[in-house]
């Protein structure tokens, strides 16, 4: 991807238009040139000095300003990406029946690069038919429309039509620009640390942030791959464009796992899950004893996951990888790395990413030092101390040249 991009920032008349100076500012700030397109009932939300201002370009939304420039044409074709924000159902629609009635459409017809589409708008008009077909053709000729997240919106009510965080609209719009080597694939990653419930308010957890399997998902999500994000509790936001399923046990975690399992090309057990589980979940909560005597809590197994999904690999999906991780400390018994080799036998999976834990070790930082094994010992790579992002994008790459030694 070249460093330094020419970038159209289209924004549509939407309230949603104040969020996009924040866009505006975090491309500009990553060296990007951005040229901003307003439409001309945006203009009522923001004004073209707050866009000339923060961008440093002349900002123009009709297609009679510097005719001799020829912008309606000249924009379109110089951009690397176009990055539509607000989209209105109105700018929705007439994208998506080819107007060219001001410079944002007649920019959108002429502009050769990828586009993307970030609506907002309220829940009835998202949903509404004739929006979802709208959105339909767009993503058919290969725009890119995020869906909108799911919150408050102007007035009093709430629901779809919200328009992502700018920080998630910029990673999903550059992501586009990556290497589309994912492409096609469906992939299933797990998140977080699991709840293993005493009673209806006191559990055994982990410290997993979810932080390795978010940033799995969204480097996935920009190689153009489709994801499926199973998350236990985690402690960083979300991404969009991948398919969110929310659980909270070990158990709820292995019916969602099998449920996605049959399709999945690929899939990665990146959550911390609970080896043991107490006996009993209590239906009402526990309560002190009178005589100041302590509680036993008779624990048991939990099903493991990742050696499951292994023997129960769909046998008409052979080529699916199974890729686990393994959280490991050195003891008198084995280095880490010798427990991790250990496990991946044990485990039978295709793939283990090993980590050390310990204070201030893999758990809740951004950064991380792994060694990823696969079954051929030659190929063991250690990947010295390193962002959460660059150890996800090394682990696509190693998945898919497996998948490449394996046609
Ligand atoms: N895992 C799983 N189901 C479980 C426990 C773990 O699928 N019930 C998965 C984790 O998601 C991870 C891998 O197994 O991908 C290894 O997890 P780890 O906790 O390191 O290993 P354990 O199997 O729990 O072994 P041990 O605690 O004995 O090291």
Redesign the pocket.
């Given at each position: 991807m070249k460093k330094s991009l020419n970038i159209v920032l289209g924004v549509s008349g939407g309230i949603a238009a104040y969020k996009v100076a924040y866009i505006l500012r975090l491309l500009t700030e990553a060296g990007h040139n951005v040229q901003v397109v307003p439409t001309q009932a945006s203009l009522n939300f923001v004004g073209s000095a707050t866009w000339e201002a923060l961008s440093g370009n002349p900002v123009n939304a009709q297609v009679w300003d510097d005719v001799a420039e020829v912008p309606h044409v000249r924009i379109g074709q110089a951009a690397d990406l176009v990055i539509v924000a607000p989209a209105t159902a109105d700018l929705l629609s007439r994208a998506a029946s080819g107007a060219a009635n001001d410079l944002l459409t007649n920019v959108l017809l002429t502009a050769t690069c990828p586009i993307v589409f970030a609506p907002a708008m309220h829940t009835e008009m998202w949903l509404n038919p004739a929006t979802k077909e709208n959105v339909a053709t767009l993503r058919s000729r290969g725009c890119l429309v995020i869906d909108p997240g799911d919150g408050r919106l102007t007035g009093d009510d709430s629901g779809p039509g919200r328009l992502p965080d700018p920080e998630e609209i910029v990673s999903v719009a550059l992501g586009v620009l990556s290497e589309q080597d994912l492409l096609g694939q469906d992939i299933v990653i797990?998140a977080g640390g699991t709840r293993e419930f005493l009673d209806p308010v006191r559990f055994l957890g982990n410290s997993s942030s979810g932080k390795q399997g978010v940033a799995l998902a969204i480097s996935a999500r920009n190689r153009g791959a489709k994801v499926t994000l199973i998350c236990a509790s985690t402690s960083v936001s979300l991404p969009v464009g991948v398919e969110i399923v929310n659980v909270i046990t070990?158990d709820d975690m292995l019916t969602a796992v099998l449920n996605c399992a049959t399709n999945a090309d690929v899939i990665v057990?990146a959550?911390?899950?609970?080896?043991y589980k107490p006996k009993v979940r209590q239906a009402t909560k526990m309560k002190k004893s009178v005589d100041g005597s302590v509680p036993s809590i008779e624990l048991e197994r939990?099903?493991?996951?990742?050696a499951n999904l292994v023997i129960h690999r769909d046998a008409s999906h052979p080529d699916q990888l199974i890729v686990?991780?393994?959280?490991?400390t050195g003891d008198d018994k084995g280095s880490v790395l010798e427990h991790g080799i250990e496990?991946l036998q044990r485990?039978g999976c295709d793939l283990l990413v090993i980590n050390e834990v310990g204070p201030n070790l893999a758990f809740g930082t951004d950064d991380n030092e792994v060694t990823i094994l696969t079954r051929d010992p030659a190929s063991q790579l250690t990947i010295p101390k390193t962002s959460k992002t660059t150890i996800a994008h090394a682990i696509w790459d190693t998945v898919i040249s497996l998948q490449s030694h394996s046609k």
């Open positions: 797990t070990g057990m959550a911390a899950v609970a080896d939990t099903v493991d996951i990742l686990g991780f393994a959280a490991e496990k485990k």
